[in-house]
T-cell receptor, first 118, second 117 residues
Framework: GESVGLHLPTLSVQEGDNSIINCAYS??????FIWYKQESGKGPQFIID?????DKRQGQRVTVLLNKTVKHLSLQIAATQPGDSAVYFC?????????????????FGQGTILTVHP | GAVVSQHPSWVICKSGTSVKIECRSL??????MFWYRQFPKQSLMLMAT?????????EQGVEKDKFLINHASLTLSTLTVTSAHPEDSSFYIC?????????????FGNGTRLTVT
């Protein structure tokens, strides 16, 4: 189901440091996971995705790790920059029920506020 | 890359009036569009799934008669908030995807900030 929280976790880092943002997901049947970045007043922006048959995937300055055993997802940002400051959400794709007409829905995690100090 | 356009980006309306929000996929045909609502400092909550040419599927607790969704073409879905009240003030975000299998990234619009006075 949806994740609702009144207080988003925060992470403050210095420019140039590496950042690690964690996410615990709930549905063991989910087979596709996405990290999104959301800046203030904007919609989520796709960062990187990973399928459940992988445990690591790398992009430009970002790496996603997936641990299906403990249902944990992490996003690593290398050499964090002030422009990386935003809210980061993990999302899991829930497979449709058999015979259903709509395909999988995206369920968002709680979100983490990343602040990068110059 | 896939672009999803949402209009308007913000709207202020009086209590009791209706507001229509448009979501367009600009360079691809979206078999499915999703509507989310986001309150300040909270995560995105899925409201409904909109499939072209069929009725929308609403999440539990979302009133289908209050949040009317129309998906008349593969590039346009609309959300109408009927008889809006101040508690409907929120950030409404749509997303769209090409894939019918669910295993492709959703592309999001930039959201619509609705304020009901």
């Amino acid at each position: 189901g949806e994740s609702v929280g009144l207080h988003l976790p925060t992470l403050s880092v210095q420019e140039g440091d590496n950042s690690i943002i964690n996410c615990a997901y709930s549905n063991s049947a989910s087979d596709y996971f996405i990290w999104y970045k959301q800046e203030s007043g904007k919609g989520p922006q796709f960062i990187i995705d990973i399928r459940s048959n992988m445990d690591k995937r790398q992009g430009q300055r970002v790496t996603v790790l997936l641990n299906k055993t403990v249902k944990h997802l992490s996003l690593q940002i290398a050499a964090t920059q002030p422009g990386d400051s935003a809210v980061y959400f993990c999302a899991e794709n829930t497979l449709p029920n058999a015979g259903g007409t709509s395909y999988g829905k995206l369920t968002f995690g709680q979100g983490t506020i990343l602040t990068v100090h110059p | 890359g896939a672009v999803v356009s949402q209009h308007p980006s913000w709207v202020i309306c009086k209590s009791g009036t209706s507001v229509k929000i448009e979501c367009r996929s600009l360079d691809f045909q979206a078999t499915t569009m999703f509507w989310y609502r986001q309150f300040p400092k909270q995560s995105l909550m899925l409201m409904a799934t909109s499939n072209e040419g069929s009725k929308a599927t609403y999440e539990q607790g979302v009133e289908k008669d209050k949040f009317l969704i129309n998906h008349a073409s593969l590039t346009l879905s609309t959300l109408t908030v009927t008889s809006a009240h101040p508690e409907d003030s929120s950030f409404y975000i749509c997303s769209a995807t090409i894939s019918a299998t669910g295993n492709s990234p959703l592309h999001f619009g930039n959201g619509t900030r609705l304020t009901v006075t």
